[in-house]
């Protein structure tokens, strides 16, 4: 395993193009008028205007409120992307304060988080006032490429590296973000990636201190968020017991809750989420009053941890609108 003392340090000879060509941005596709390509929605419309409409092209739905001020940063730079792009993706604006049951079911707890429809179904997303480079790439990501530069190239290796680490290849994926890092050293993504390297190494307390130790604007990001609430479901899995005693109980008594969500939290940590999310999944059918609706709470903690594009996410995300919305 490499020596991740240093997050900004060189880590072996893996390096990428830090002063790549940024390309020009495309012309926006012809005969897209920008007037219906952005929209405000109500709970009511909600299916028409994001789930019918997401079949004919990516929807993105930007929740927000009049008194959040980071989400009146994005407005201007998300509608202009959007523009931009000509039609390859449309914006659905949602208030939630004046509409706050969609949000609230879709686990949406911070503001503003844009969601990424396709084929009516949330397909991405992301949370926070992200930059207009950012913020095209991501429509570029949805919607198709849209031109090479260096963002793009940084997206790239930082996928490769998230294969890799996903794969159990941990020195390489090590090496790749650090060479992201080294082109651009305030990446939170890759800067959780190399956190999350430690953790699968069982150097939690490394990632901890990596983590706890970034500057705020970086440290309140998401994925740094995300990794510190996992830290802290793995310090309490390790108090909740032995697995097979849990499931032992559940077998004579399957309506157990309290022992059905310890081991959906164990399971959580061992990394087998769609058997955590499953655990969690049948609680919420059994007994939603248990713990005040404590299943679907975990669950979107989860959520939050694994991320909007993990499978497992999206498989029980699906799962929990079918409950939901039934």
Not at 120 to 149: C, H, T, Y
Not at 176 to 187: E, K, M, R, Y
Request: glycine content about 8%; overall charge negative.
């Amino acid at each position: 395993m490499s020596d991740y003392g240093n997050p900004y340090g060189g880590y072996g000879s893996q390096t990428m193009t830090a002063n790549a060509q940024i390309g020009g941005a495309p012309a926006p596709a012809g005969g897209a008028n920008p007037a219906d390509l952005i929209k405000d929605t109500t709970t009511a419309a909600f299916a028409k205007d994001v789930m019918e409409e997401s079949r004919n092209q990516p929807v993105l739905v930007d929740f927000w409120a009049p008194w959040c001020g980071p989400c009146r940063q994005l407005t201007p730079i998300i509608e202009k992307a959007v523009k931009e792009a000509g039609g390859r993706v449309k914006l659905v604006k949602m208030n939630i304060d004046d509409h706050p049951a969609i949000p609230g079911q879709l686990g949406i707890q911070s503001i503003p988080a844009v969601v990424a429809f396709v084929d009516g179904r949330p397909a991405d997303g992301f949370m926070g006032a992200l930059p207009e480079s950012q913020v095209k790439a991501f429509i570029d990501k949805i919607a198709g490429p849209a031109g090479a530069d260096q963002a793009a190239e940084i997206a790239a290796v930082l996928e490769q590296a998230n294969e890799l680490l996903a794969a159990g290849n941990i020195d390489h994926a090590a090496q790749l973000f650090a060479a992201i890092i080294q082109a651009d050293s305030d990446n939170a993504k890759a800067l959780a990636g190399m956190a999350e390297c430690m953790i699968v190494a069982n150097q939690h307390q490394r990632a901890r201190e990596l983590l706890t130790n970034l500057p705020p604007e970086i440290g309140g990001a998401a994925e740094i968020q995300a990794l510190l609430t996992r830290l802290d479901q793995i310090d309490e899995a390790r108090k909740l017991g032995d697995p097979v005693a849990l499931e032992h109980t559940l077998s004579l008594n399957p309506d157990d809750h309290a022992a059905r969500l310890k081991l959906a939290k164990i399971r959580n940590v061992e990394g087998r989420r769609d058997e955590a999310a499953d655990h969690l999944l049948l609680l919420m059918k059994r007994d939603r009053s248990f713990e005040d609706d404590g299943a679907r709470k975990q669950l979107l903690q989860f959520f939050e941890v694994w991320g909007p594009k993990d499978p497992a996410t999206i498989a029980a995300r699906r799962k929990l609108s079918s409950i939901l919305f039934s």
